[in-house]
């Protein structure tokens, strides 16, 4: 069973860099898109990007000037940085496995539990 | 971006009942269409993938329709653990965006 478990600071000043890693486990990361969520009670679901283990990415255009998204294959392991935060990107932060077979399309199989970021000074 | 619109937003439903939700795209997506199941404190799980196709491992009384714009989940017979927030997503194209949600309450 595929699990996934985000890591990072809780708390982040505003003008900071928010950063987070999801640990993969009981599976490889090879073969599948890794997902960033996030979800507020004003905005609620929001994609962030994904990256495949190669190395590629797509962002949301709302973040893309302050979003990176990396993987590290050797320790099955991805991670999420967004810059400049402001109160606005408070937020419980998930990370997802979007899969996908040869005639059915993306999901998010696999989740994990999810990180609140507070963005408070 | 391709919007997606679920009413309503909330519902009181009672144990047994059948439950339809809907899910509205704001451009046609085929059948690139999934349901999510969140309680309060966890994350969303998947229950309905390609519009219609349930996830492993949820119960029969969960079920997808629709093509285009236009989805429904529906819910045969409700249960006590069904109580919860169901959200549809779509997977068309980047990026991947949800419905606000609708509470199925008691």
């Known amino acids: 069973q595929v699990q996934l478990q985000e890591s990072g600071p809780g708390l982040v000043k505003p003008s900071e860099t928010l950063s987070l890693t999801c640990t993969v486990s009981?599976?490889?990361?090879?073969?599948?898109?890794w997902t960033w969520i996030r979800q507020t009670p004003g905005k609620g679901l929001e994609w962030i990007g994904h990256?495949?283990?190669?190395?590629?990415?797509t962002y949301n255009p709302s973040l893309k000037s302050r979003v990176a998204i990396s993987v590290d294959t050797s320790k099955n392991q991805f991670s999420l940085r967004l810059t400049s935060v402001t109160a606005a990107d408070t937020a419980v932060y998930y990370c997802?496995?979007?899969?996908?077979?040869?005639?059915?399309?993306?999901?998010?199989?696999?989740w994990g539990h999810g990180t609140l970021v507070t963005v408070s000074s | 971006d391709i919007q997606m619109t679920q009413s309503p937003s909330s519902l009181s439903a009672s144990v047994g009942d059948r439950v339809s939700i809907s899910c509205r795209a704001s451009?046609?997506?085929?059948?690139?269409l999934n349901w999510y199941q969140q309680k309060a404190g966890k994350a969303p799980k998947l229950l309905i993938y390609?519009?219609?196709i349930v996830q492993t491992g949820v119960p029969s009384r969960f079920s997808g329709s629709g093509s285009g714009t236009d989805f429904t989940l529906a819910i045969s017979s409700l249960q006590p653990e069904d109580f919860a927030t169901y959200y549809c997503?779509?997977?068309?194209?980047?990026?991947?965006?949800f419905g606000q949600g609708t509470k199925v309450e008691l």
């Open positions: 997802a496995r979007d899969n996908y077979g040869a005639t059915t399309p993306y999901h998010f199989d696999f």
């Open positions: 390609a519009a219609s």
């Open positions: 009981g599976g490889s990361i090879n073969g599948y898109y």
């Open positions: 997503q779509q997977s068309l194209s980047t990026p991947k965006t």
């Open positions: 451009q046609s997506i085929n059948t690139y």
């Open positions: 990256i495949f283990p190669s190395g590629t990415t």
